[in-house]
């Protein structure tokens, strides 16, 4: 009958939406699962390309070490190669044991009162030597005049450690113009802030450059050294200390990378208010 078949059409269509639809699911997780291994891959070449170049460094220059009839100089000259190559390595191997930490849920908070003030000061006069070094300028501007109300609590370590990343990261990228980082306070949050004038990241790319395993270029890496873990780890550490990260750039212009964190004052100054 007419009603029959009228079943049978609609049973089929709704049958064949269902099916075209798994279809489609499957091809996504197929194609997301094709694209997570390239960039596992190219990660991973990547990290093996920042392993062995320092250890080149370090194996070659300890050679020359042993030559007869190296100057004073020389020698120094070989023995700093071989300290930044180690300090190169180290960093690597950090970011590696940070990532794994907290893939594994174990990285861990370690609240304490800090003077932001005093920390952000000591970050400026830290990188202030790379930034001349480049004939860039460097800035720092704090968001707290008083000294009491700059006094804070939450994880120092994980603050200081995604505000170097991110002005190393400015310094790296930036091969003319300023660097400038600070913070300002906005409704009960500390926003900090690193702008620079460097390279840039492209608009397609922007929402990646957090994510494990993905930079913004691959091929940078081999250009400006460094593995691409730092944004990855950093993003992570904003999101346990109860913040969030973001960036705002134009490619060959700069950029300017944010992260907020909940602003608590010293425990002694809650009492007192």
Known sequence: SYKGWFYVIITALIFFIFIR???EKLRRAERQAQESDRLKSAFLANVSHEIRTPMSGIMGFAELLKEPGNTGEQQLEYI???????ERMLDLINDLINISKLESGQM???ICEFDLNEKMHLLYQFFKIQAEEKKLELFCKLGLANTDDAIILSDKDKVISVLTNLIKNAIKYTDKGYVEFGYIINEGTIEFYVTDTGIGIESDKQHSIFER????????A????GAGLGLAISKAYAELIGGTI???S???MGSTFYFSI???KALAQQANS
């Open 80 to 86: 700093k190669i071989i300290e930044n190559s180690g």
């Open 246 to 248: 973001w960036v705002d």
């Open 108 to 110: 861990k908070l370690f």
């Open 250 to 252: 134009q490619y060959g």
């Open 262 to 264: 909940p602003y608590k």
């Open 213 to 220: 395993f993905v930079q913004a270029d691959i091929s940078l």
């Open 21 to 23: 639809r798994h279809i």
């Open 222 to 225: 081999r250009s400006y050294e």
